[in-house]
């Protein structure tokens, strides 16, 4: 994804800034950081898996708290749908 993305940058948007950010809870807040009001924040590729492996650890993430963590931080009001479930 990195590879295509500096790739696209290359030939469409030179002055476009990528960032490579981990571990994944990080990214997510980096995200949040970054939006501005009219922007879209996509997290994807992990679906609905509640934790990460990490040289053989399952270690507890959800990108769904991540990012309701890192909008409220921003003081944005996120509403919380419960039938989303794991």
């Not at 295509?4 to 490579?20: D, M, N, T, W, Y």
């Not at 934790?51 to 399952?58: C, D, I, L, P, S």
């Amino acid at each position: 994804m990195l590879a295509g993305a500096r790739s696209a940058r290359e030939q469409e948007s030179p002055e476009c800034v990528i960032e490579e950010v981990y571990p994944r809870d990080a990214a997510i807040r980096r995200a949040v950081e970054l939006a501005g009001p009219a922007d879209t924040i996509l997290v994807a590729g992990r679906g609905h898996e509640v934790w990460q492996e990490v040289k053989g650890v399952n270690l507890a993430l959800d990108d769904r708290v991540e990012l309701r963590n890192a909008l409220t931080a921003r003081g944005f009001t996120v509403l919380r749908d419960d039938r989303i479930e794991s």
